[in-house]
């Protein structure tokens, strides 16, 4: 079954500090990965996207690698803002003719002061 | 640049009542899409519009119904509404649907059945 699952559901952070968050995915065949950020009351706004080939790709200060081989990828956040808190959504294509995006249901990011 | 616009941003429905989402984008993209965002859970895909004058089901299809007007516009009808239809709708837009084109999101339509 094609699934995307991220974790942790929820984190809380301290204003300039890193973070992390996953994603594993059962989607197959695999054609991208993406990362979205979606502030509250908004719209998603992609932050990367990743085929097959690509380990690593950055926006800013956000950093998003994937492991194609293990069916993992993560997003890295560096420096942490105020303003970096969203839910981050992770989706994967499929290399099919339905060309069909599977979306994980988000990890709630809060940044404190 | 407005990008992908939504009309409008909040509605409350009686079950049984009929209402039009509208959705608009300003970017010449082919590709529109309608999704549907519930607590929990990833967004959903209802119909899409690959291309002007072509239009698809999704995985969620039942009691909507849609329109590509023109290149720009895509509505969504729905015609009877009902209480599992409350959600919040996402219209979308890309270049077109293959390939590793981002999709560009609308900020949505918040939608209360009662």
């Known amino acids: 079954k094609n699934q995307v699952e991220q974790s942790p559901q929820s984190l809380i952070i301290l204003e300039g500090k890193n973070c992390t968050l996953q994603c594993n995915y059962t989607v197959s065949p695999f054609s991208n990965l993406r990362w979205y950020k979606q502030d509250t009351g908004r719209g998603p706004v992609s932050l990367t996207i990743?085929?097959?080939?690509?380990n690593t790709k950055s926006n800013g200060r956000y950093t998003a690698t994937l492991d194609a081989d293990t069916k993992q990828s993560s997003l890295h956040i560096t420096a942490s803002q105020l303003s970096d808190s969203a839910s981050y959504i992770c989706v994967v294509g499929r290399m099919d003719s339905s060309y069909k995006l599977i979306f994980g249901s988000g990890t709630r990011l809060l940044v404190r002061p | 640049n407005a990008g992908v616009t939504q009309t409008p941003k909040f509605q409350v429905l009686k079950t049984g009542q009929s209402m039009t989402l509208q959705c608009a984008q300003d970017?010449?993209?082919?590709?529109m899409y309608w999704y549907r965002q519930d607590p929990g859970m990833g967004l959903r895909l209802i119909y899409y519009s690959a291309s002007e004058g072509t239009t698809d089901k999704g995985e969620v299809p039942n009691g909507y119904n849609v329109s590509r007007l023109n290149k720009r516009e895509f509505s969504l009808r729905l015609e009877s509404a009902a209480p599992s239809q409350t959600s919040v709708y996402f219209c979308?837009?890309?270049?077109?649907?293959?390939?590793?084109?981002?999709?560009?999101f609308g900020d949505g339509t918040r939608l209360s059945i009662l």
């Open positions: 979308a837009s890309s270049v077109n649907r293959a390939g590793n084109q981002p999709q560009h």
């Open positions: 990743m085929t097959f080939s690509e």
């Open positions: 970017m010449n993209h082919n590709s």
